[in-house]
């Protein structure tokens, strides 16, 4: 396999890992309490949020978005680094081509999370919220780093398996396996950001967000079935071609 088709392959999991922490966000179990996280971290009303804002609020929405996303930021990346390590441990571990065995597990969990995700099957055991709870939060920016910190550490329905997946795909890939995770947490947070500012426009995408995250589920089976039968080489292959065709017609 040459250096170009590797990059190619790494682009490909990253944009994936990508798309996987926005649905992350998207899903329906963080979207719809957007708006309160945002008023309990910043101690700004929904009403206020949803209005205009003036200079003051938003420079107070920018910094406490910024701490609270570096407290999940520090949790999601750690878990990718460990799954990365673990990997890693795992190849070093097993004889023969560990590698592709760790890749179709890691297929197979994907494509069951999918399911999972999309609601075409039922866990009651990931059904069960787990996610830290404060009765009043810490006092400054300290404080939103905190409640950043116990929202990463938590197991919501839908961000567990989500990450869990983007968690195994680092496994399989322990090379680049913090590339994913730190895609995975650029994905979550643009939308965060981008939405901290028309919090209105959260009503409209949580209306949508069932058809948004079964789209999501789709594409995860998806990936994962491509991870099982090792699709990935072909499947950048093909980009690479198309890639290289466009510019040779552009420069005919």
Same mark, same amino acid.
């Given at each position: 396999?040459?250096?170009?088709?590797?990059?190619?392959?790494?682009?490909?999991?990253?944009?994936?890992?990508?798309? /996987?922490?926005?649905?992350?966000?998207?899903?329906?179990?963080?979207?719809?309490?957007?708006?309160?996280?945002?008023?309990?971290?910043?101690?700004?009303?929904?009403?206020?949020?949803?209005?205009?804002?003036?200079?003051?609020?938003?420079?107070?929405?920018?910094?406490?978005?910024?701490?609270?996303?570096?407290?999940?930021?520090?949790?999601?990346?750690?878990?990718?680094?460990?799954?990365?390590?673990?990997?890693?441990?795992?190849?070093?571990?097993?004889?023969?081509?560990?590698?592709?065995?760790?890749?179709? &597990? /890691?297929?197979?969990?994907?494509?069951?999370?999918?399911?999972?995700?999309?609601?075409?099957?039922?866990?009651?055991?990931?059904?069960?919220?787990?996610?830290?709870?404060?009765?009043?939060?810490?006092?400054?920016?300290?404080?939103?780093?905190?409640?950043?910190?116990?929202?990463?550490?938590?197991?919501?329905?839908?961000?567990?398996?989500?990450?869990?997946?983007?968690?195994?795909?680092?496994?399989?890939?322990?090379?680049?396996? &913090?590339?994913?995770?730190?895609?995975?947490?650029?994905?979550?947070?643009?939308?965060?950001?981008?939405?901290?500012?028309?919090?209105?426009?959260?009503?409209?995408?949580?209306?949508?967000?069932?058809? &948004?995250?079964?789209?999501?589920?789709?594409?995860? &089976?998806?990936?994962?079935?491509?991870?099982?039968?090792?699709?990935?080489?072909?499947?950048?292959?093909?980009?690479?071609?198309?890639?290289?065709?466009?510019?040779?017609?552009?420069?005919?």
């Amino acid at each position: 396999m040459g250096i170009i088709e590797t990059d190619t392959m790494l682009l490909i999991g990253m944009f994936l890992a990508m798309g /996987a922490g926005a649905l992350s966000f998207l899903s329906p179990c963080v979207l719809p309490i957007f708006p309160a996280y945002m008023s309990y971290i910043t101690g700004i009303s929904v009403k206020e949020l949803q209005g205009d804002h003036d200079v003051n609020i938003c420079r107070q929405l920018l910094s406490h978005s910024f701490f609270f996303l570096l407290g999940v930021s520090l949790i999601f990346i750690s878990l990718g680094a460990s799954a990365s390590f673990f990997g890693q441990w795992m190849q070093q571990l097993l004889i023969g081509n560990s590698g592709l065995l760790i890749q179709r &597990i /890691a297929g197979i969990f994907i494509v069951f999370m999918g399911f999972f995700v999309a609601g075409w099957i039922t866990i009651p055991a990931l059904m069960k919220e787990r996610r830290f709870h404060y009765t009043k939060k810490p006092a400054g920016f300290a404080g939103t780093f905190f409640v950043g910190l116990g929202f990463a550490a938590g197991w919501t329905p839908c961000i567990g398996p989500i990450f869990g997946s983007i968690l195994l795909l680092a496994a399989s890939n322990p090379g680049q396996g &913090i590339f994913y995770t730190i895609m995975y947490v650029i994905g979550f947070a643009l939308p965060f950001i981008v939405l901290t500012f028309f919090l209105g426009s959260t009503k409209w995408i949580a209306r949508h967000s069932g058809v &948004i995250i079964k789209i999501g589920g789709a594409l995860m &089976i998806a990936m994962g079935l491509v991870l099982f039968f090792g699709w990935m080489p072909q499947i950048s292959t093909f980009f690479l071609d198309l890639i290289q065709d466009t510019w040779l017609s552009r420069l005919g």
